[in-house]
């Protein structure tokens, strides 16, 4: 059975930094791409950040771009976000996600995700 375990959420203050990652069991995620999707109280799931298969391309959502990263290791089967100067805005639960096998290219749309985690959550105090 396919498993994704997210890990590293918690309460920080606006400013700090957190290291989220996300393991992998049931199959190797080597050859799809991955990604990190976020969800406030009484909003809709959004993208925040994608990575392809070997990690050559990754994408980010407007609002997190130049603080946060992406990262991977394929031999590992773990997909991490470092996220740098934390807003109070970017509290929510975050999710990692996993395309099917072979689809390497990364992907801003949830619907292209076949795999998901049950989500972390990060508060983010003023």
């Known amino acids: 059975q396919v498993q994704l375990v997210e890990s590293g959420g918690g309460l920080v203050q606006a400013g700090d930094s957190l290291r989220l990652s996300c393991a992998a069991s049931?199959?190797?995620?080597?050859?799809?791409?991955l990604g990190w999707f976020r969800q406030a109280p009484g909003k809709e799931r959004e993208f925040v950040a994608t990575?392809?298969?070997?990690?050559?391309?990754?994408l980010f959502a407007d609002s997190v771009k130049g603080r946060f990263t992406i990262s991977r290791d394929n031999a590992k089967n773990t997909v991490s976000l470092k996220m740098n100067t934390l807003k109070p805005e970017d509290t929510a639960v975050y999710y990692c996600?996993?395309?099917?096998?072979?689809?390497?290219?990364?992907?801003?749309?949830?619907?292209?995700?076949?795999?998901w985690g049950q989500g972390t959550q990060v508060t983010v105090s003023s």
């Open positions: 996600a996993a395309r099917r096998p072979y689809m390497i290219a990364p992907s801003t749309h949830n619907w292209e995700y076949d795999y």
């Open positions: 049931g199959r190797t995620f080597g050859s799809s791409a």
């Open positions: 990575i392809s298969w070997n990690g050559g391309v990754t």
